[in-house]
């Protein structure tokens, strides 16, 4: 379950992958979106062309409007283009979501209030026709992972906002989905709660080396976590540049100190600047 | 326990008291023209003693008193054998079986029309009109066709009871398991859908859980429904045992004191039954709070 490569802690200068010549993960060719409003047709996302490599953090950054949420939508089967191509793991958007190639975390928890931490973690895999027994295992595994082992029994009105997050994010994970599609996962929490969990999902990240499309507004997010940050514009929605981060795989909160964050975080905010006009 | 005392037991007891006091003098002013024509009036002169102590006593009262019933009460049930048509506890058994009955049946019937209406945008638009016309008719009026119909089926007994009872108690079910099968947000429907979950888990798993919370009120007035449409269908039947068997053979004799143990009877049942429908809710959603 663990990932073999779990060497190379605390070097962080050679990356334990090579992104450049992974399997695509996710392809948008010409993918746009349309909606029919009511005076005139809205373009929530307009010619899209972005290749998502096996292993990648990608955060998708942008004002609101910029179509970021669509294009996650969109890649999870939540909504239909309107023309273009998406493919997810060489499937279609649907094809790929019947085969749970993905996991998808939501800005709220979601947990569903009549069920224990356990049995919310455990949700998708008994869907999934799992046996309850491997089930339970595996629901316990992910809920130690994410730091709340102790909490199986209680339930989600006893968890403060971040805890239930981290909950649903070990319900995404259970069934070890090769992706995993966050929307603002972290939008409605406090600051620090938000640092602890960024710091806690980059060294998941590092540790699983799972693809992870990440959406957000903030800038120092996208930076911390991303090894590819894609800024978005809206009116119409769009990619207005894809930023590969220069900075090493193994992160620590202190490195948004570093001159190399900083010039990075300086280029996004550029880019999000340019698309404005 | 003394902050308790006064917040929960004192003001039930102010009430109770309130009511009682009440009901003696409405006994009194009642039943004071009777008492004096037939019981004072032969016995020769009388104070006022005398009519406060007749009014209470009467063998045929208008009103009768609280303690007249409890004891009529008390003594139908422990001075005759559980099989006596004389012991009110059968007729109360009959009638909670009848009931009963006629509730799961209605639970049933209701769930189906509510998972269909959910489940089909045309039966929605073809079924509920009429299931919203089905309770503009009076029970009084159709439960003796319903009786007629059915017996001439040969169908007798607690059947046909039951389905009275059946058509009260399903309407309220439906209403409020189409709301609470409906009551999921697009996020949780999203949330399944990413597990590519089929129309059945999603009943399962999400739909029917969170229908819970709009059933049990329902359930309660069902119930409670219910158990009128069984009391009014035992009315024309000619009942031989029952509550409301009981009322009618009581209002035919005039036996006022058997009518209200009757009725103290039926709505002593019917504080069981949806007791009983609370200890349901409290078994599977008890634990389940919003923080």
């Not at chain 1, 047709?41 to 953090?57: C, K, M, N, Y």
Request: hydrophobic share 50%; charged share 15%; glycine share 8%.
């Amino acid at each position: 379950m663990n990932a073999p490569q779990t060497a190379g802690f605390s070097s962080g200068k050679a990356p334990v992958f090579d992104p450049a010549s992974a399997r695509p993960a996710v392809v948008a060719r010409r993918a746009s979106v349309i909606y029919q409003a009511a005076d005139q047709p809205v373009h929530a996302l307009s010619e899209v062309d972005l290749t998502i490599r096996q292993g990648e953090f990608v955060s998708l950054i942008g004002p609101s409007g910029c179509g970021k949420t669509t294009l996650l939508r969109v890649i999870a089967d939540l909504e239909p283009i309107s023309s273009g191509e998406v493919l997810v793991n060489e499937m279609s958007p649907s094809e790929a979501r019947e085969r749970r190639a993905y996991g998808y975390v939501f800005q709220a928890p979601a947990l569903f209030p009549w069920r224990t931490v356990l049995a919310n973690v455990m949700l998708p895999l008994q869907i999934m026709g799992r046996e309850l027994s491997q089930c339970e295992a595996i629901a316990r595994e992910q809920l130690a992972r994410v730091g709340l082992a102790g909490f199986e029994k209680k339930y989600p009105w006893q968890l403060s906002g971040g805890m239930q997050q981290r909950v649903s994010i070990a319900r995404a994970l259970g069934f070890e989905p090769k992706i995993l599609m966050m929307d603002e996962p972290f939008g409605a929490l406090d600051e620090i709660t938000r640092d602890k969990l960024n710091e806690q999902l980059q060294q998941l990240w590092l540790r699983e080396q799972r693809t992870v499309v990440f959406v957000t507004h903030s800038i120092a997010e996208a930076v911390y976590l991303s090894t590819r940050i894609v800024v978005m514009s809206p009116r119409p929605g769009r990619i207005v540049k894809v930023i590969d981060s220069p900075l090493p795989f193994e992160r620590d909160l202190s490195m948004r100190d570093t001159p190399e964050f900083a010039r990075l975080a300086q280029e996004v905010r550029e880019a999000l600047a340019e698309g404005h006009h | 326990m003394t902050a308790k005392f006064r917040q929960h037991f004192l003001p039930v007891a102010t009430v109770l008291a309130a009511a009682l006091v009440l009901w003696y003098l409405l006994a009194i002013w009642l039943n004071a023209a009777g008492a004096i024509e037939r019981v004072l009036t032969p016995r020769g002169p009388w104070g006022w003693q005398d009519l406060v102590g007749a009014t209470f006593s009467m063998q045929r009262p208008v009103l009768p008193a609280p303690h007249q019933i409890a004891l009529d009460l008390w003594s139908s049930i422990v001075d005759y054998p559980i099989d006596s048509p004389r012991n009110l506890l059968l007729h109360a058994g009959v009638t909670a079986g009848a009931t009963l009955t006629g509730f799961l049946m209605g639970v049933v019937l209701g769930s189906l029309l509510a998972i269909c209406i959910v489940h089909s945008r045309t039966l929605d638009r073809a079924l509920m009109p009429w299931i919203v016309a089905s309770q503009s008719v009076p029970v009084l009026a159709i439960a003796p066709i319903v009786l007629i119909i059915l017996g001439s089926l040969g169908i007798t007994g607690m059947l046909p009871k039951a389905t009275i009872a059946m058509y009260l108690c399903f309407f309220p079910v439906t209403v409020a398991m189409v709301q609470g099968l409906r009551a999921p947000q697009r996020l949780e429907m999203e949330l399944v859908h990413t597990w590519s979950a089929s129309r059945i888990q999603t009943f399962f798993m999400l739909r029917l859980p969170s229908s819970l919370p709009f059933l049990f009120p329902a359930l309660r007035v069902a119930i409670a429904a219910g158990l009128a449409g069984t009391i009014v269908a035992e009315l024309p039947t000619g009942a031989q045992a029952g509550l409301g068997a009981r009322l009618l053979t009581g209002s035919y004799y005039g036996n006022t004191l058997q009518i209200w143990s009757a009725l103290i009877m039926a709505s002593l049942l019917g504080v069981a039954l949806t007791a009983l429908v609370s200890l349901l809710e409290y078994g599977l959603t008890g634990r389940r709070k919003q923080a």
